[in-house]
């Protein structure tokens, strides 16, 4: 998994990298060590570090995003030989996707927004906070 996040820093992926690494560590808290062979990630295995993740309150899109990752470095694994091909490795285990909370403005709040924005812009305010504005 650290060679995959390195090959994604190093082409700019960014973003993606620190996901990787930050599923890493996940991995590496609840398995307590680094060394983790592809044979000990079985069903038992993952269904404790998905019980690990939300005894830690990790929402369920985090464990969604681990077990995503987790599923991909080893499926790479089973394309290299690395490891076995075993159908639906990860069918009970959360790999969707939830809206735990609301994120998009309601229409009215997006009306105000677009009627004071430009209006803010104009007067030369470079730095307009837009959550005071709805606060």
Not at 3 to 26: F, Q, W
Not at 76 to 89: G, K, T
């Amino acid at each position: 998994m650290k060679e995959v996040a390195e090959g994604l820093r190093k082409s700019g992926n960014y973003g993606t990298a620190h996901v990787y690494r930050s599923s890493m560590n996940a991995i590496i808290a609840f398995n307590g060590s680094r060394n983790l062979s592809f044979k000990k990630v079985n069903q038992e295995f993952l269904k404790s570090f998905e019980t690990y993740l939300r005894e830690k309150d990790c929402s369920w899109n985090t464990v969604s995003t681990y077990m995503r990752t987790l599923r991909a470095v080893y499926n790479r694994a089973v394309d290299r030989r690395m490891a076995s091909y075993i159908p639906h490795h990860f069918r009970y285990v959360y790999t969707g996707t939830r809206a735990d909370r609301k994120r998009a403005l309601e229409k009215e709040d997006m009306e105000r927004l677009m009627k004071e924005l430009p209006k803010q812009i104009h007067q030369g305010r470079k730095n307009y906070n837009v959550r005071a504005y709805f606060s």
